[in-house]
């Protein structure tokens, strides 16, 4: 099904990320005529600060209005689900938010609702569209990295010094804790740079934070191609910390916030022999749209027919399959092993 252009744009829950959405669709010059929101009074400043006119606090109640071509859902992850079949049983795209699901079956009735309503379900993984991200993928194919030895990732916060949100702090709203919420998009992230994930081994700890849920872990991982790798996730950080740190026989690359605008840079021996602490290296550095937005404007042109779904449900299962197999890992104390898929 090929909407219109430009589409007219939904979104659910209109909290912290709800921003970045709403900036995609703006500089994808599609408009947002319809929000829906339980807080009645975040719903009304949303919609008086965006200039939307059609307000809801049941999304039941805006699919059945109609007029609607694409759904962002930004609301907690409990949310998605229904959501997502909701969306699927209009007729409505969906970009749905990270983690996709909480659950397995969950995450195929979504794909299996939005496949059979023939409608696009992206997964809001937005680092695959990154500029150092593509870059990455680019260096890795064209072999100058050699083969992957090691995949290092991380994303750590400290909820900018103010305690981690309601929405994140329970079982029942997120499913989990900065595992889940920080860790399926490096998850993600470890299959986009290096294919299937075939086993993991975790630890987590709450340590900071007086919530249900884990507040640091890490999960140490094997590729299929035999790359092993970590995924480290926190709100124990002291600031914001992402970054990803590809390492292969012939080269290395690294892009973290910590080398200041989005910044890949490659390392490698061109001519060996020198010191040990200095290598030739090459910096890409990346101006234009942030990630969520170069996510929306993929998921848009997915939707007109004219590009992949750059993050699908299966890619968006698969994270989640990774995440709670950490999970039992975690529980147990030993590795688990991810086969099929
Ligand atoms: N892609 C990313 O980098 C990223 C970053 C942050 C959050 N997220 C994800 O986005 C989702 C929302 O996170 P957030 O940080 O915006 O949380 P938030 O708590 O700031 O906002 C969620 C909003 O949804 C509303 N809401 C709750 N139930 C609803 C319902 N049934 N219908 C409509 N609105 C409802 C809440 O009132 C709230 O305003 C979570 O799944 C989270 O994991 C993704």
Redesign the pocket.
Known sequence: MISPTPPRVAI???????EAHYAGYQAAGAEVVAL????QD?LTARALAWGVRRSYTD?HTMFADGGIDVVSI????V??HPATLAAAAAGVHVLV???MALDLDLADEMIAACSEARVVLCV?H?LRSSGPANKAKELLASDVIGRLTHIRLRQAHDWGGKGA?R?FATRASSGGGTLL?NGC?LADLARFFGGKVTEVYARSATLAYEVEVEDTAHVSFVTADGAIGTIETAWTATGWEEGFWLYGTKGSIESTNRLGAPTLRHSYRASPGGAWDTTDVTEYRFTGLPPHSRHVLAFLAAVRGEGPVVCTGEDGREAVRLILSAYSSATSGLPVALTGC
Request: charged letters at 20%; a negative charge; glycine letters at 10%.
């Open positions: 659910i829950g209109t909290g912290g990320i709800s829906c929101e339980v807080d975040q999304y930004a609301a907690p992850t949310v998605h938010e990270k983690p809001n937005q949100r929405s919420d998009h």
